[in-house]
């Protein structure tokens, strides 16, 4: 059986050590009766060794031994086919893991610099400001300044006798050295202890020929093409010819062996290390204190992480060998669709989409984060990854109306307002500073180049492009443009003028030319010097530009900004933004109308490895908006409870009350129901939680620079806090999260089912069938139990009558008893089901909003799918506190009563059968003529409805 060429619902699963595809093999059978057509793999091809994510690709053209052998794989993609499925493999475009011992490519430049075969592979900034780095690339890997950890006998040269190579190591760090400078090693020096041999001994000549030779090799600054295919073509030769003769010769052998022992030096004599210093200077790289990086480093990174290095995947060669193997995959059928990581980190995204669908690679999804109302470019894709969809879906279930009144409880709790667009900048300005540095000063050199080459634009220093430029990104409304040769798209216009607009109104130098010099090259406007080279200056730099802001964005937004701003912090996740607190109706109908009508197979996902919290988490955490009184009284009254488990450090009480305020709501989301105490593992994973989002704040603490007396203060606080003799503060907060549990599950069961039946294609997080409460990675990657939920699956589909199996989980929701998450299971399986039944209907179905009318109207999201005849209805509740607060059910046809959903008027007359239980429903024609379904009797036994034409 072949799987269907778009989709019909995907399952993500985290391929590592500890989950190989013999273990997703196993559970295929499962996802099948489920009802998934696709696995949607983590990258799989060969990466660091432990690594949990499979984004440090070392090899392109490998499978991950880790996860697997060839043979695994196959049987794997065999089994997939058996059960009529197939897979959506995601891959790393944008970068590849370095430093280590293991990428060939990166080893290669490291050996050759920029004449490697290799140097054109990496985003290397080969002539960088500072002269000693001119040809040289920075490597950033020591632990602590290069001079002390040279003195220390800590950069060791070895010999491998079996390949004839000399390398400096760090640890587990390989830097092979230049063939150049094998001479140097080779020299016997003088007073060596070793004199025995006869100077006409034939091994001697033999060695002083290679000396000779590899002090002939072309070197590193060579021009011709000739001459770096003789290096390339003699250097090896001479690398087998020294292997041989230290293999045929122990007195050679231990000659070489001495010189590396003399070169090496002696721990507290830094006299002895002056030579081994003169060598690594030499070389293509330099070695250096990874504190540097963030100034001197003069390669491109995914975002400030010095071991994964940017690709130019610009480059068709680059391309052609980062994706032969996946494109001979493609072509077998093994692999049925691609999920692209980081798209923005390319250089120019639109040309390497269209490369791709040069090959037919069939699906194809980008992990593209849009910002409010921003469009996706019209690519050769099918759509994003979901992230967008998310916080769409997740802003139903968040009071608008509440949006001041939390902003309030937040402000009263902290004492003290925050300005979140201040906070942005801040946060923005800091990334630049502290973190990505030196790409900004790569950024300001290529400008200043450009300004230097014009009389009217030679007087631009370059301190001053360099803080214009930081500014304006500092103020850029989305994480990246798209400028392409010949093209400015009237959005990417707009929003390269509003950044600019407001760089200049805030600047503080007296002249503000320079933000007028920049826009138009930004913009690559011609005038009447422009001449061909220079505009190729004007375009190169506005397209690294369109590089640089994604990962100022991601880094500032996500990865700081969220960790210091968050009244409500389920939406605070990637894609969202706090100010945009929940959803209306008319919007989220509006925008899923305009998703089906452009991108009709969009990836719609709730909940992804990126989450900073899962689905099912931020379902409970948006029950607060509902009822922000309460919650600004309770989070008042727990911390006066707590109050006594602080401590005080500098003047200052620790936990901050912001980091407080983040812990009650990330209590809230993951406390395990019917638990009335916590449990060590729950206790840990909040603390690891807690240290991660202080990090991420860079407040009091920060990755870079670990306070280790706050963060230690912190992981007393969550210790003390959710100890068992807190008993007046676990007692209340029990009581009130068992209450906000029992609600957010239905608003979870709710976001499912919409997923489940709107447009697009739908994407279940590993292990988030059932009701999963994990927190930011690495908590999300935890393992899945599916044993648990094979069994679970397998006791529900054997249930004889759907209906009874329906009420009987409905009324365990409504008691709180559903701790497993067996409705959510159903819910999933149900309508997954339908989606199988009716492939075309939700593939290829209009969208239709339907208009809900009477007392309990805001109560209910009503939609409906309609293709050639065939029409899909779906209601589900949302904002039920208050019904639920009561104790009241939302089956109650008390809560629904009068409450109607209008169908479309070519609807009129047809009768429905409900896919959840089994019951069969007539539409009612009302006064006016048209047809109505009542609410409370689809809501009677099961409130979440999923209705078909009959």
């Known amino acids: 059986m072949n799987p269907p060429a778009i989709p019909r619902a995907t399952y993500r699963l985290q391929f590592n050590r500890d989950f190989t595809f013999a273990q997703a093999t196993e559970i295929v059978p499962y996802l099948a009766a489920l009802g998934i057509s696709h696995v949607y793999a983590s990258p799989y091809l060969r990466a660091r060794p432990g690594s949990t994510h499979g984004y440090d690709i070392i090899d392109h053209n490998q499978l991950n031994p880790e996860i697997g052998s060839p043979e695994e794989f196959e049987r794997f993609v065999e089994t997939l086919h058996r059960h009529g499925m197939?897979?959506?493999?995601?891959?790393?475009?944008?970068?590849?893991?370095?430093?280590?011992?293991?990428?060939?490519?990166?080893?290669?430049?490291?050996?050759?610099?920029?004449?490697?075969?290799?140097?054109?592979?990496?985003?290397?900034?080969?002539?960088?400001?500072?002269?000693?780095?001119?040809?040289?690339?920075?490597?950033?890997?020591?632990?602590?300044?290069?001079?002390?950890?040279?003195?220390?006998?800590?950069?060791?040269?070895?010999?491998?006798a079996t390949k004839g190579e000399f390398s400096i190591w760090f640890h587990q760090h390989r830097f092979p050295i230049d063939p150049n400078e094998y001479q140097r090693i080779l020299k016997r020096p003088s007073g060596?202890?070793?004199?025995?041999?006869?100077?006409?001994?034939?091994?001697?000549?033999?060695?002083?020929?290679?000396?000779?030779?590899?002090?002939?090799?072309?070197?590193?600054?060579?021009?011709?093409?000739?001459?770096?295919?003789?290096?390339?073509?003699?250097?090896?030769?001479?690398?087998?010819?020294?292997?041989?003769?230290?293999?045929?010769?122990?007195?050679?052998?231990?000659?070489?062996?001495?010189?590396?022992?003399?070169?090496?030096?002696?721990?507290?004599?830094?006299?002895?290390?002056?030579?081994?210093?003169?060598?690594?200077?030499?070389?293509?790289?330099?070695?250096?204190?990874?504190?540097?990086?963030?100034?001197?480093?003069?390669y491109r990174r995914f975002f400030d992480i010095n071991d994964?290095?940017?690709?130019?995947?610009?480059?068709?060669?680059?391309?052609?060998?980062?994706?032969?193997?996946?494109?001979?995959?493609?072509?077998e059928g093994k692999i049925n669709g691609l999920r692209i990581d980081h798209p923005d980190g390319l250089f120019n995204p639109a040309e390497y989409c269209e490369r791709l669908q040069r090959c037919s690679p069939g699906y194809v999804v980008i992990e593209k984060i849009l910002g409010r109302d921003e469009p996706l470019p019209t690519w050769p894709v099918s759509g994003t990854t979901g992230y967008d969809f998310s916080n769409l879906v997740n802003g139903l279930f968040v009071e608008t109306a509440s949006a001041a009144k939390m902003v309030r409880a937040y402000r009263g709790f902290l004492g003290q307002?925050?300005?979140?667009?201040?906070?942005?900048?801040?946060?923005?300005?800091?990334?630049?500073?502290?973190?990505?540095?030196?790409?900004?000063?790569?950024?300001?050199?290529?400008?200043?180049?450009?300004?230097?080459?014009?009389?009217?634009?030679?007087?631009?220093?370059?301190?001053?492009?360099?803080?214009?430029?930081?500014?304006?990104?500092?103020?850029?409304?989305?994480?990246?443009?798209?400028?392409?040769?010949?093209?400015?798209?009237?959005?990417?216009?707009?929003?390269?003028?509003?950044?600019?607009?407001?760089?200049?109104?805030?600047?503080?130098?007296?002249?503000?030319?320079?933000?007028?010099?920049?826009?138009?090259v930004l913009l690559a406007n011609n005038d009447e010097e422009t001449n061909e080279t220079r505009l190729a200056?004007?375009?190169?730099?506005?397209?690294?530009?369109?590089?640089?802001?994604?990962?100022?964005?991601?880094?500032?937004?996500?990865?700081?900004?969220?960790?210091?701003?968050?009244?409500?912090?389920?939406?605070?996740?990637?894609?969202g933004d706090p100010l945009e607190f929940g959803v209306t109706l008319d919007d989220f109908h509006r925008k899923t109308m305009e998703r089906a009508r452009t991108w009709p197979h969009s990836m719609l996902a709730t909940s992804t490895h990126d989450s900073k919290l899962s689905e099912d988490v931020r379902a409970r955490i948006n029950v607060l908006s509902e009822i922000p009184a309460r919650w600004r009284l309770k989070a008042r009254q727990w911390r006066l409870l707590n109050q006594n488990k602080k401590k005080m450090i500098d003047g200052a009480e620790t936990p901050s009350r912001n980091d407080e305020y983040l812990f009650y709501q990330a209590m809230l989301g993951v406390w395990p129901a019917a638990q009335e105490f916590p449990a060590d593992e729950l206790r840990e994973r909040?603390?690891?939680?807690m240290l991660k989002a202080a990090r991420e704040a860079k407040q009091r603490t920060s990755w870079a620079n670990q306070n280790s007396e706050y963060e230690n203060a912190l992981s007393s606080f969550v210790d003390d806090a959710l100890q068992a003799d807190n008993r007046d503060f676990i007692a209340d907060f029990t009581a009130f999260q068992k209450e906000i549990a029992r609600i957010g599950l239905c608003n979870s069961l709710s976001?499912?089912?919409?997923?489940?039946?709107?447009?697009?294609?739908?994407?279940?997080?590993?292990?988030?069938?059932?009701?999963?409460?994990?927190?930011?990675?690495?908590?999300?990657?935890?393992?899945?139990?599916?044993?648990?939920?094979?069994?679970?699956?397998?006791?529900?589909?054997?249930?004889?009558?759907?209906?009874?199996?329906?009420?009987?989980?409905?009324?365990?929701?409504?008691?709180?008893?559903d701790v497993e998450g067996c409705a959510k299971l159903f819910l999933t399986w149900k309508a997954l089901s339908a989606r199988r039944a009716y492939a075309e209907l939700f593939e290829n179905g209009t969208y239709i909003p339907l208009v809900v009318e009477g007392p309990r109207a805001a109560n209910l999201v009503a939609f409906a799918?309609?293709?050639?005849?065939?029409?899909?209805?779906?209601?589900?509740?949302?904002?039920?506190?208050?019904?639920?607060?009561?104790?009241?059910?939302?089956?109650?046809?008390?809560f629904w009563q009068n409450t109607q959903v209008v169908l479309p008027a070519e609807a009129a007359g047809e009768r429905y059968r409900n896919l959840i239980t089994a019951e069969s429903h007539a539409g009612i024609k009302g006064d006016d003529g048209r047809s109505l379904l009542g609410v409370s009797s689809l809501m009677a036994n099961f409130p979440w409805v999923l209705l078909i034409s009959e």
């Open 417 to 520: 307002s925050l300005d979140y667009q201040s906070i942005i900048y801040a946060c923005k300005t800091i990334v630049m500073d502290k973190a990505l540095a030196s790409e900004l000063n790569v950024l300001a050199n290529l400008l200043s180049r450009i300004a230097l080459s014009n009389r009217h634009t030679c007087d631009f220093t370059l301190n001053s492009l360099r803080e214009a430029l930081a500014e304006i990104v500092a103020y850029f409304p989305v994480y990246r443009t798209y400028l392409t040769p010949g093209r400015v798209s009237d959005k990417d216009r707009w929003y390269i003028e509003t950044a600019i607009c407001k760089a200049k109104r805030n600047a503080t130098s007296q002249d503000t030319s320079v933000y007028d010099f920049i826009r138009q």
């Open 192 to 298: 060596s202890s070793d004199q025995t041999a006869p100077p006409q001994d034939a091994d001697v000549l033999e060695l002083e020929s290679m000396i000779s030779a590899f002090g002939h090799l072309p070197s590193r600054s060579c021009s011709t093409s000739e001459e770096k295919a003789e290096r390339s073509r003699d250097k090896e030769i001479h690398k087998r010819r020294l292997a041989d003769l230290c293999s045929r010769s122990v007195h050679i052998a231990e000659l070489v062996n001495e010189n590396v022992r003399i070169l090496n030096g002696v721990p507290g004599a830094p006299g002895s290390f002056d030579e081994l210093h003169e060598l690594i200077k030499a070389q293509a790289f330099r070695l250096a204190y990874w504190r540097v990086a963030a100034d001197d480093i003069n």
């Open 86 to 160: 197939g897979q959506i493999l995601d891959i790393v475009p944008n970068h590849m893991g370095v430093m280590g011992s293991d990428n060939l490519w990166w080893l290669d430049v490291l050996e050759n610099g920029e004449i490697s075969d290799f140097a054109q592979f990496f985003d290397i900034d080969w002539h960088p400001l500072k002269d000693e780095l001119q040809g040289k690339v920075l490597v950033p890997v020591l632990d602590d300044q290069y001079g002390t950890i040279l003195d220390k006998g800590q950069l060791e040269l070895k010999f491998d």
């Open 308 to 331: 994964l290095a940017g690709l130019r995947m610009e480059n068709p060669a680059v391309f052609e060998a980062t994706h032969r193997t996946v494109m001979q995959w493609v072509g």
């Open 865 to 894: 799918r309609r293709y050639e005849g065939t029409q899909a209805v779906v209601a589900v509740p949302r904002m039920s506190s208050r019904l639920l607060e009561e104790g009241g059910s939302l089956s109650d046809p008390d």
């Open 751 to 817: 976001q499912i089912l919409i997923k489940l039946t709107a447009p697009g294609v739908p994407d279940i997080y590993q292990g988030n069938e059932i009701g999963n409460f994990v927190l930011v990675d690495p908590d999300n990657r935890r393992p899945v139990n599916y044993r648990r939920r094979r069994q679970l699956l397998e006791e529900l589909t054997s249930a004889t009558d759907p209906g009874t199996t329906a009420k009987q989980l409905a009324a365990r929701l409504q008691k709180g008893e």
């Open 686 to 689: 909040l603390k690891q939680y």
């Open 537 to 575: 200056s004007l375009l190169s730099f506005a397209m690294k530009f369109q590089q640089f802001t994604s990962p100022v964005m991601a880094k500032g937004l996500e990865d700081t900004c969220f960790y210091r701003y968050h009244p409500l912090i389920s939406v605070n996740d990637v894609g």
